[in-house]
Structures are given as structure tokens and as C-alpha cells.
């Protein structure tokens, strides 16, 4: 997820779960070929397994991207057919590829030709007018004839004129009946499905119909969520107990970073919505929000953040968090 996303999320979700699969932010093809690569696409051996999301329509600059993405050892390229934002359809891709499903097959065929991962495609269920069931069937049909070893549904359309980015993200009704029958179609080729998926339990549901699931917001927003992955979904054990224990694993990452040249900030943006629902949560977000935000700021203020918490869990917790959304609007510019 643009901005969210980003190296120091991924690390820190991936203290929260050994299984689940983290996808980096998009990256168009061309900031991959002729940007600052380490910058844009540099990654930590922790992350694995980490799939990068690439943006572009043209096959040779793709699959360019994507054996760069390859040799920097990524574990799955990922295509990125969903995003509705203005300049991603000015530079035609995203989701206006909805309507190309030829194109992107020819995407994903030079693609998986280049790279020994697998190559993935995260889509939507059609865009403006399209008929959603027809769109999603001769979309999924061109990308898994073309070799893409899975495809991701992000279970809504795409309004591309008319709505942000942002309401795109909630205002076009969820089909996700929809996208249990494409996997009924498919039942031998992973068919994940995304949107409006709040918790584990809903995650389990789906886990019915489909292979997989693909938690955004829900993730980022009250990433305790993480926590419960790997024993709720795959019948491991958690990797810690709980969140305070994540956090303070967390710590010693934070301190390269911040050797490095990082603000603390950068790093705890990541994580105002942990706590959600335990006396204190508030303090721990105004503090990070305040004094986490200072050029100088150290390890110190993130104790003194944590230190505010309370142990017990309130039965609110199941709710999102809401001070912790207010102080994550201003991200949401992607
Ligand atoms: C801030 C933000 C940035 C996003 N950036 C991307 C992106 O780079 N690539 C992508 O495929 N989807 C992106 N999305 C969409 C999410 O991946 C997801 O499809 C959408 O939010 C619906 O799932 P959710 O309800 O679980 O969040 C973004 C969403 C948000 C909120």
C-alpha cells in the first residue's frame, strides 16, 4: 500500500507473523529500471516471504522491473491491476487495465518468462460501466492462460472517473459472492480475495470459498491483527505473546534505523494503531504523534509512549481504531 507499506512497515509486521505474505507499495516498472533501486525496492532478508508489486503495461520494461525485482530476491512479482488513481490511468496502468485484459497477458506471459518466481495479479472486479462477472472471467481467463500463478481480486470495481482513490476504496459495493464463484471456475488456481475484510474470523470465512485472503486497512490500521495469524490461520505459534512483546523486539530494528540517519517517526507511524482498546492507547499515539515526530527524537519517547498502556484489553478492541485513524488520515494521500 502506497506509503504504508514501506520497509519499515514490513519488518515490523513481519515480527507479528512468520506466514503471512507481505507485498511492498507499488513500484512502477520505470522507477525500477531508472530510479534509485535500493531506495525504491531495497529490502531486509527478515521480510521473506515479501512479494513486489510492480505498476506498468509495457511487457519489455515489466519484465525488466521484474528481473531486477527477482535478483534482489523478492518471492513473488506481483502485478498491479487495481490502483485508480489519475496518474496511474494517465500512464495507463493500474486499473483501467480492466479493460485490456489482452495486454496484461501479454504482461504477464513476458513477465513469468524473465523471473523463476511466480508472477501474481492484483485486480479488481471491472471498472465504470463493465459488467462485473464478464469482466473478472475474460480478465482472470487472459492472466492465468498467460502463466500468472495467482490472482488477487480486490472485491469492488474501480470508478475511474468520479471517485478518488480514496472512495474507490469504499464506495462501490463489495461482490465477494462474485469472486467465490471465479474461484469455483478455477479450482486449481489460487484466487485470493481482498476488501473490507476486518478480522481473522472474517479471514476464516472466506478460507471456505477461496485460497487466500489480502488484509489492508484492517492490517495496518490495528496490526495486533498480525498477531494472531500465524496460530489463528496456520496452527503455529504466535511468535509473541503480545503486542508489548512485539514492540520491544521492535526496538533493536528502530535503533539501526535511527543509526542510520532515520527519524523515529519514520518508523513509528507504523504502528499508532497498536493498542487499540487497552487503557492508555491514546497516550501512546498522542505521544508518538507529538513528541515521536521531533527530528531528535529516541528510543526514550517510545517507551515513555509504551509505558502509558495498559495490559488489560477493552472490550472495544474489537473496534477499529478510531484516534489511531485520524492520525493515519494524513497518509492517506495513495
Ligand atoms: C493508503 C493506501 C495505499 C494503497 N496502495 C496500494 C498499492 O500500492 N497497491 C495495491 O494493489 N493496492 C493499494 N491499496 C489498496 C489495498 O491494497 C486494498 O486493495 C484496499 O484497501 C482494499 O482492501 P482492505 O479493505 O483490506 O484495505 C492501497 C490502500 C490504501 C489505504
Partial sequence: MMDWTDRRCRAFHRLMSRRARLYTEMVTADAVVFGPRERLIGFDAAEHPVALQLGGSDPRRLTEAASIGADFGYDEINLNCGCPSDRVQSGRFGA?????????????????????????????????????GEALTAFAA????????????????????????????????LDYPLVHALKRAHARWPIVINGGIADLDEART??????????????????????????????????????????????????RGLARG????????HCLG?????????????????????????????????ACVGRVVEPAAARPPRGARELLRQHEGA
Wanted: hydrophobic share 50%; charged share 25%; net charge negative.
Fill in 96 to 132: 483501467c487495465l480492466m479493460r485490456e485484459p489482452a495486454l496484461v497477458g501479454e504482461c504477464v506471459a513476458a513477465i513469468a518468462a524473465a523471473v523463476d518466481v511466480p508472477v501474481t495479479v492484483k485486480c479488481r472486479i471491472g471498472v465504470d460501466a463493465q459488467e462485473p
Fill in 206 to 255: 472466506h478460507l471456505e470459498h477461496v485460497d487466500g485472503v489480502m488484509m489492508g486497512r484492517a492490517a495496518y490500521q490495528n496490526p495486533e491483527i498480525l498477531l494472531d495469524v500465524d496460530s489463528s490461520l496456520f496452527g503455529e505459534a504466535a511468535p509473541f505473546d503480545d503486542p508489548f512483546e512485539a514492540l520491544e523486539a521492535f526496538m533493536p530494528v528502530i535503533a
Fill in 274 to 306: 497498536l493498542f487499540a482498546g487497552r487503557p492508555g492507547a491514546r497516550n501512546f499515539r498522542r505521544i508518538l504523534a507529538t513528541e515521536g515526530v521531533r527530528a531528535d527524537a529516541g528510543l526514550d519517547v517510545l517507551r515513555r509512549a509504551v
Fill in 262 to 269: 532515520d527519524r523515529l517517526h519514520d518508523w513509528t507511524r
Fill in 142 to 173: 487472459s492472466v492465468k492462460a498467460a502463466g500468472a500463478a495467482a490472482l488477487v481480486v480486490h472485491a469492488r470495481k474501480a470508478w475511474l472517473e468520479g471517485l478518488s482513490p480514496k472512495d474507490n476504496r469504499t464506495v462501490p459495493p
